[in-house]
């Protein structure tokens, strides 16, 4: 299988901080990266689809200008979180998809767990 | 836009057992419906997928079933060990495995020894 990193593993960041969180697919190139957030137990929430080369596109809901993603690379995204607040803190997971639409499927990040204080 | 539903929320089976999970969706257009296998703190991992071209799969002690008209899903575990204890989600997508997946709300399984 493939490899999807992210970083760091876990960030705990006072209240009106930015936070950014690195997604690296580690063996694989991806043009198109995926973003989620899941509070504690709950599901994982679809935040946004990150394009590389081009503006991300978020999901209804989720504050662009807040959660700020760049798809800098074949291999990289950022979610940078602004002005972070206590309802922020959660655990981001990324993912990749990797393959042709025929085959493969998204392999995901370890996770992001935020504390925002 | 999508909407998957997934039953029960919590499940508990006593080891040897078998244990199903059932998911729906809205969008028709879905053709790719994966199922995940989450514990405690850590990334969701793969357990089994199927597209909407099969109406089953099955990978050892895992098999999905897929029926299209009635837009619905389910899982499929037999003889469950204690180490199946998770919380497992389903999942479907419009665009196959490239494309962002839409999550049910997930079960809680717990397998008894």
């Known amino acids: 299988g493939a490899v999807v990193s992210q970083h760091p593993s876990w960030v705990i960041c006072k209240s009106g901080t930015s936070v950014k969180i690195e997604c690296r697919s580690l063996?694989?190139?991806?043009?198109?990266m995926f973003w989620y957030r899941q509070f504690p137990k709950q599901s994982l929430m679809l935040m946004a689809t990150?394009?590389?080369?081009?503006?991300?596109?978020?999901e209804q809901g989720v504050e662009k200008d807040k959660f700020l993603i760049n798809h800098a690379s074949l291999t990289l995204s950022t979610l940078t979180v602004t002005s972070a607040h206590p309802e922020d803190s959660s655990f981001y997971i990324c993912?990749?998809?990797?393959?042709?639409?025929?085959?493969?499927?998204?392999?995901f990040g370890p996770g992001t767990r935020l504390l925002v204080l | 836009g999508e909407n998957v539903e997934q039953h029960p929320s919590t499940l508990s089976v006593q080891e040897g057992d078998s244990a199903v999970i059932k998911c729906t969706y809205s969008?028709?257009?879905?053709?790719?419906f994966p199922w995940y296998k989450q514990e405690l703190g850590k990334r969701p991992q793969l357990i089994i997928d199927?597209?909407?071209?099969?109406g089953e799969k099955k990978d050892q002690r895992i098999a999905v079933t897929l029926n299209k008209t009635a837009k619905h899903f389910s899982l499929h575990i037999t003889e469950t060990q204690p180490e199946d204890s998770a919380v497992y989600f389903c999942?479907?997508?419009?665009?196959?495995?490239?494309?962002?997946?839409?999550f049910g709300k997930g079960t809680k399984l717990s397998v008894k020894p």
């Open positions: 990150s394009n590389e080369g081009s503006k991300a596109t978020y």
């Open positions: 969008d028709s257009a879905s053709n790719y």
């Open positions: 063996d694989f190139q991806a043009t198109t």
């Open positions: 999942a479907a997508s419009t665009e196959g495995s490239q494309g962002n997946l839409i």
């Open positions: 199927i597209r909407s071209n099969v």
């Open positions: 993912s990749a998809p990797k393959g042709s639409s025929g085959g493969e499927t998204q392999y």
